[in-house]
């Protein structure tokens, strides 16, 4: 703490310094012998025109427009000027102004759309691809941006499907929709996602990965993806961070949304999908006003198929196997309203609401035959997982999000603050297994093809569910999650030099304050009649096998009904007797966090070269309690206590260097030099222990673990294209530092014990991270006739990761990858945007990479490669009204996990394709 303070003085003596030493009162426009000149950019839509470049090519003087098309130049000597704004796509525009002194003057710009050199028009998702590349253009760091239009040329119902289309960019899935995001082959820990600027806390209870499924695509303005961040971004991005740009800030009044269904081709069920979008001014424009809402409610599952794979003498065998099927309804509801009120051209604050809501409604039919290893001893399960809410298990996740921003201009100083509040939640109410056993089965392995695995069950009665399984369990938990931050700041901007946008001084200060905890239940219920309990259970059953089940030809068989087990009144002591299970309370926690970071940030622009120095510093305080559980020697439980709250914290010095050199025009060099952090898990920190005396087990947290580092080099070269393109290559390499995974001992001695298991997550060792990516885009503006209409966008990431260090025993001097680094990653796409037709047809290739480090190689787990096909169309009516139409997954790729080898399966799940169509309005 003493070196964050010390830091934090010499910021303010800095801008102090500065502050007297300018040649104005930064408090007093009317002392100011220079002006201002501040505007807005936008389109023939009238929607903002983020990143375009405004210039007064007399005083070598420029700026750029922010996300919602505003810009400001100041330090200007009263005159007159002529102001010129280009955009690729747009037509350059230019205005004569008169600048007075002590005065701001406004001056707008509506760029009109195309490309007279090859008379190519500007329309649809090429505007899209326009307003993204020019904010790429015209950063300093290395970035990646999506737009809105171009996230509707996509077939992508949420963010993560969206992201899969940026170079570096591969996804994780659950139940057919992206999950989970690895930017430059970084596990979801390393990356962060913000909305506005603001963290997102996270709705899982271990770890601090972002659920991208939860924001429906249509509900942002654009996605900013940053490979590199700045000192005045937080530093929790080893990978990189995702920024959601929500809707704000109308110029004028908008109507706009979606109507359409969804038919899965698994589920065979149609659903409907609607979005609306309300925005306008009033009080003379002082006020805006933007409504948006979203409603997706669609019909999933999957046909899933699970193994568990040992070492034999003979080879490798099967020690459990799943067969699984899945009925899903998925509910995806959002809202969000945003205000911005400008009391002059020199204040101005806004406030901003979002709500995210996703209902899933799961059951699920599993059978398991486990204890495959030991011969004639085998187990068969049957469990239906189910609830009360439509006798379906619930998983109820929400975030919240509310802030509360302000930009003022006091002379040259500009002034920037925030405060907002966010919260994410998961909640599992009465979500309930019922689970038959048949015990002392003989069962065959048929491993001719280990990736599609069978067994043969030799007891007639064992086959099928039957009056002859006897009742193993039937339980109720409750699970929920809570994440909260609040969070303030203040940013301090002041130009340094005679002509203000080339040397900025910034500097400034955040404070974040988080909460988090699990609260779980669960309870084991007998039935005090178990004879009349089984015969109304066997008389209420279903068969869920299915004659196309994706995952290959295996039989699913005879459950009870998931109406049998939602309805049942377990709180009824007449007809059960309740009892709790202490092991599921043992998972318990609840942490705080406080984060404190300062930074000062230097821009310098000298010709063509661009200089962007800065030095950030975060301490970070902890404070973590969990519980210690203890199951006696016959693995009956004997006590459960709540540990001591443990603290620790550490505090992180983070400079940076970025360098942007203008070859041409729209050719640019860009470099950087970072350091980034990505904090531990939750879970990993909190200091609870688990003691098995029965199998002579122990398992604990660390509270001592120490955030894993990165330092970072980059190097892009881009090339813009007038006629809406780009084409750009690059190298990155990443020294990281202490990363964390579960450390698996045997026969290891630990408090006064030698245990046969010991596991802990400890910081494993370092790792490099280095690779290369290739973009291209392009219309095709240069063919002839209605050929020109066609495009191309494709990109290309190489990444390669080497761990050294590592601290697994046995495993030191192995070759590893650092999980989560697919080393190839493809995306393709062959457009057509003509003016009222457009067609897309997408590729998207990852190939396989380690997920989970096991004690030895052949435990480990890998994500295997995936091969994505997807097509969408359009037509437009007029420039107000179109139908589209999209199909995803034509292909039928599968989430796939492998055990050591390729070969050996551990998962594979099926979706189908699903389609998708309706009708897009924008009044």
Same mark, same amino acid.
């Given at each position: ?139 300093? !760091? ?47 820990? %390393? ?26 695509? *249509? ?13 005045? #971004? ?45 925005? *306008? ?11 948006? =809402? ?21 080879? #490798? ?8 099927? %899945? ?55 049957? +469990? ?6 439509? *006798?379906?298990?619930?998983?109820? +996740? ?13 002379? #040259? ?43 043969? $069950? ?48 910034? $500097? ?27 015969? *109304? ?50 998972? /318990? ?62 505090? !992180? ?47 604990? =947290? !660390? ?8 330092? /970072? ?88 990761? &080497? ?27 062959? %457009? ?21 480090? =096991? ?30 139409? &999209?199909?995803? !997954? ?16 551990? +998962? ?16």
């Amino acid at each position: 703490m003493k070196t964050t303070k010390f830091l934090l003085t010499i910021l303010s003596i800095i801008f102090f310094h500065n502050f007297l030493h300018a040649d104005v009162d930064p408090a007093d426009d009317s002392k100011s012998n220079k002006g201002i000149i501040a505007g807005r950019i936008i389109d023939e839509q009238n929607l903002p025109l983020p990143g375009a470049t405004v210039l007064i090519k007399s005083l070598n003087e420029a700026t750029v427009s922010d996300v919602n098309g505003y810009y400001r130049l100041v330090k200007i000597e009263p005159g007159h000027y002529e102001l010129t704004v280009t955009y690729i796509g747009f037509k350059a525009q230019s205005q004569q102004v008169r600048v007075a002194a002590g005065e701001t003057t406004i001056a707008d710009f509506r760029m009109e759309a195309g490309i007279e050199l090859n008379e190519v028009v500007v329309t649809g998702g090429l505007q899209g691809q326009s307003k993204a590349l020019n904010q790429q253009k015209n950063t300093v !760091n290395i970035t990646n941006i999506i737009s809105s239009d171009q996230v509707g040329r996509f077939p992508d119902a949420n963010i993560g499907d969206a992201l899969k289309r940026i170079p570096g960019i591969n996804v994780q899935y659950d139940q057919g929709e992206a999950r989970f995001g690895h930017i430059r082959g970084t596990s979801p820990e %390393y990356n962060s996602v913000t909305i506005d600027g603001d963290r997102i806390p996270s709705a899982e209870a271990e770890i601090r990965a972002v659920q991208l499924d939860l924001v429906p695509a *249509d509900m942002i303005q654009s996605m900013e993806v940053n490979k590199v961040v700045t000192a005045d #971004m937080d530093a929790d991005a080893i990978g990189g961070s995702v920024n959601l740009v929500t809707r704000s800030n109308p110029y004028r009044q908008r109507l706009s949304g979606t109507v359409g269904t969804t038919y899965n081709l698994l589920s065979e069920k149609p659903t409907e999908n609607i979005s609306l979008l309300y925005a *306008d001014r009033f009080l003379n424009n002082k006020l805006g006003m933007t409504l948006a =809402g979203s409603y997706q409610n669609h019909q999933l599952g999957s046909d899933n198929i699970e193994a568990e794979w040992d070492e034999a003498d003979n080879g #490798m065998i099967m020690k459990e196997f799943q067969v699984r099927t %899945y009925h899903v309804q998925r509910l995806r509801q959002s809202y969000s309203a945003a205000f911005d009120y400008a009391f002059n051209p020199s204040h101005k604050i806004d406030a901003k609401v979002m709500y995210n809501h996703r209902n899933d409604w799961e059951n699920r039919y599993r059978v398991v035959y486990a204890d495959l290893d030991e011969p004639g001893e085998s187990t068969i399960e049957r +469990q239906l997982k189910a609830g009360k809410d439509k *006798d379906a298990r619930l998983e109820d +996740q929400r975030t919240f999000h509310v802030s509360l921003k302000g930009e003022h201009q006091l002379g #040259m100083l500009g002034i920037k603050w925030k405060g907002a509040y966010a919260k994410a939640s998961e909640e599992r109410p009465n979500e309930r297994y019922l689970q038959y056993v048949y015990e002392d089965v003989t069962i065959n392995q048929d491993l001719s093809d280990t990736e599609k695995p069978h067994l043969i $069950v030799t007891e007639p009665d064992a086959v099928d569910f039957n009056g002859n399984w006897e009742l193993d369990e039937l339980t109720e938990q409750y699970q929920y999650t809570e994440d909260i931050d609040k969070v303030v700041g203040v940013d301090f901007k002041l130009p340094l030099s005679p002509q203000g946008a080339n040397s900025i001084l910034r $500097v400034g200060a955040k404070y974040k304050s988080k909460s988090k905890n699990r609260e779980n239940d669960f309870y084991e219920y007998s039935p005090e009649d178990e004879t009349a309990f089984n015969s *109304d259970a066997f008389s209420q059953t279903k068969v869920q096998t299915k004659d196309n089940f994706l995952a290959g030809d295996y039989v699913a068989g005879t459950f009870v009904k998931k109406e049998f087990l939602g309805n049942l009144d377990l709180e009824n002591v007449a007809n059960f007797e309740k009892e709790q299970d202490p092991e599921e309370l043992a998972g /318990n926690f609840d942490a705080k966090e406080d984060v404190l970071a300062g930074y000062i940030r230097f821009d310098q622009k000298i010709g063509k070269l661009d200089v962007l120095a800065g030095l950030r510093i975060e301490d970070t305080k902890l404070e973590y309690s969990g519980y210690e559980i203890v199951l006696d020697e016959d693995g009956d439980f004997e006590s459960l206590n709540k540990t001591q709250t443990q603290e620790s914290g550490y505090t !992180n010095v983070l400079p940076s260097l970025l360098l942007k050199y203008a070859l041409s025009n729209n050719t640019q060099l860009k470099a950087g030099w970072t350091n980034t952090i990505a904090r531990p898990r939750y879970y990993d920190l909190v200091p609870h222990v688990e003691t098995n005396r029965e199998d002579n087990e122990l398992t604990i =947290g !660390n509270p001592g673990l120490e955030p894993t580092t990165s330092m /970072n080099f980059d190097l892009m070269l881009e090339h813009y294209f007038k006629s809406v393109g780009l084409i750009s290559g690059g190298v990155f390499y990443k020294d990281i530092n202490d990363f964390i995974v579960e450390e698996v001992k045997d026969d290891y001695s630990f408090m006064n014990n030698t245990w046969d298991e010991f596991s802990q997550p400890i910081n494993a060792g370092n790792a490099t991270l280095y690779g290369f990516e290739v973009a291209f885009q392009r219309q095709l503006d240069f063919l002839p006739g209605f050929l020109r209409q066609f495009g191309i966008y494709a990109n290309y990431t190489y990444t390669k990761s &080497e761990v050294s260090d590592f601290k697994i025993e046995d495993r030191e001097n192995e070759e590893l990858s650092l999980p989560g680094t697919p080393e190839n990653n493809f995306n393709a796409s062959l %457009y057509y945007e003509g003016k009222k037709l457009s067609a897309r047809l997408s590729f998207n290739y990852a190939s396989d990479f380690i997920d989970e480090v =096991g004690g030895e190689a052949f435990e480990d787990r890998y994500y295997d490669k995936v091969t994505y096909m997807d097509f969408n169309t359009s037509y437009a009516f007029s420039n107000k009204l179109r139908v589209f139409a &999209e199909v995803n !997954n034509l292909l039928n790729t599968p989430l796939r996990y492998y055990q050591g080898e390729s070969k050996y399966t551990m +998962q594979a799940e099926y979706y189908n394709a699903k389609i998708n169509f309706g009708l897009k309005f924008d009044l």
